[in-house]
């Protein structure tokens, strides 16, 4: 028998809030049970921020229950206040068209391969056509004001200058309706979510007993956060997505590799299906070799393999290994642009490789991968130049069109860590 759900759950640090603990337990100790989660679409992509919820709901899926990912179409017209300092911009119908595509297509592919019955919903179905009086009589008649203004997501906005608006206020009563019509329909008694949504979650748990006299549950998890407190997925550059064209599986996989210990460690346990004894031993090594960076490694392959898949895996893999000297095949010139986007380039014309070439002493000039030409010619003597890391001894060398990675550029190499970039335009 698989283990109890909220066990998983708890054993891995995912567990901030429940509700009643046992009752939780023995519900869940029927297979088949449906669970949901929700998402609004904000943006075209999920992004890390995402992968806590998504990673619940696979695990929902892998206890042998069945996985309820609800799509915001109606809710993500206002917008969520929870952890937010200020007012969302209102998307257009167009946008949140197209993110809920997008978003329903990338919760699809993270769910499917779980090989368990999924659902994928959006609230827009249930709240399109209803009348405002008629969810202020059906619903918001049985929400005390009170209850509403004691959720701490509530008073944190109205204790700030900007305050709450009346729209976004309202968020909460329909968050609070879906949960009811997934009772009604789905049979789902427990909702899941960031420890944020613990005010929205409550809130439709009253309702449901208000209501219709159900006993619904709700199970929150921690706030994907580094250990000085800032969010998680968040780098110099912006967010990091889940989609391939706004974050790379290269930099995807970067963001993995570069983490501290501890919060590489908190993400081993929290974000990834490996067996907890396989996580303890990660572990363990890591305090015995930290140089080896063995858990960032594995958490970077888990995670870039599940959202990029092998393909993402490999190229991301690939691409690391250029940087550090490996041999330059089969990478794009888009691929060479993202991995050396930090260091020297120039752009010369695609004509002067024509005939003889240009000479390789030129280039290393103009990339300032050498100080002079003196010094270039020194360093392909001395056996120190590369050009996509294979070494050239020739000083004397030209640079001609079989030397391009791809299409359009070529990596220069200096030594063990001195790169630069050559673009033929």
Same mark, same amino acid.
């Given at each position: ?314 190229? !991301?893999?690939?691409? &690391?290994?250029?940087?550090? #000297? @490996?041999? $330059?095949? *089969? ?5 060479? %642009? ?36 003196? !010094?270039?010619?020194? &360093?392909?003597?001395?056996? #120190? @130049?590369? $050009?996509? *890391? ?5 000083? %004397? ?29």
């Amino acid at each position: 028998m698989s283990k109890n759900l909220l066990t998983d759950f708890t054993e891995r640090g995912l567990v901030h809030q429940t509700t009643d603990t046992n009752s939780l337990h023995d519900w869940l100790a029927t297979p088949g049970r449906r669970i949901y989660a929700g998402f609004d679409p904000t943006a075209d992509s999920l992004h890390v921020g995402h992968l806590v919820a998504i990673i619940l709901l696979r695990r929902v899926a892998r206890a042998g229950h069945e996985p309820i990912a609800l799509i915001g179409g109606a809710t993500g017209m206002i917008g969520d206040p929870s952890g937010r300092s200020e007012e969302r911009n209102l998307l257009s119908h167009e946008a949140l068209t197209a993110n809920i595509t997008s978003v329903g297509n990338q919760i699809k592919g993270l769910l499917e391969s779980t090989n368990q019955k999924i659902h994928i919903v959006n609230n827009a179905d249930w709240m399109r056509g209803v009348g405002y009086l008629e969810f202020l009589r059906d619903v918001g008649k049985h929400v005390p004001l009170s209850q509403m203004l004691a959720k701490d997501s509530v008073k944190s906005r109205l204790e700030r200058e900007g305050g709450l608006s009346y729209t976004e206020f309202s968020y909460m009563l329909l968050q609070s309706w879906d949960f009811v019509h997934l009772a009604d329909e789905y049979d789902c008694c427990v909702q899941i979510g960031g420890s944020d949504q613990w005010g929205n979650i409550t809130a439709g748990i009253e309702l449901g007993r208000r209501l219709r006299g159900l006993d619904l549950h709700g199970i929150t998890c921690p706030l994907l956060t580094k250990a000085d407190g800032s969010k998680m997925g968040k780098t110099a550059s912006g967010a990091v997505w889940l989609d391939p064209l706004r974050t790379s599986p290269y930099r995807f996989y970067q963001y993995w590799m570069n983490l501290s210990d501890s919060d590489a460690q908190t993400c081993l346990l929290r974000l990834t299906e490996l067996p907890l004894e396989e996580c303890e031993s990660l572990i363990q090594e890591q305090e015995t070799h930290a140089a080896g960076r063995a858990i960032q490694r594995r958490l970077a392959e888990e995670l870039t393999q599940l959202v990029h898949g092998p393909d993402g895996l490999h190229t !991301a893999q690939q691409a &690391t290994a250029a940087f550090f #000297g @490996a041999a $330059i095949d *089969n990478l794009t010139d888009e691929a060479l %642009a993202e991995i050396f986007a930090d260091v020297p380039s120039h752009q010369f014309s695609f004509e002067s490789l024509a005939g003889d070439g240009l000479p390789l002493v030129e280039v290393m000039t103009a990339t300032k991968i050498a100080t002079s030409r003196s !010094a270039a010619r020194r &360093t392909i003597e001395q056996g #120190g @130049a590369y $050009i996509n *890391n294979v070494r050239v001894s020739d000083s %004397a060398y030209c640079i001609t069109t079989t030397d391009l990675a791809e299409r359009t550029a070529l990596v220069l190499r200096s030594g063990k860590k001195s790169y630069a970039l050559a673009r033929f335009e």
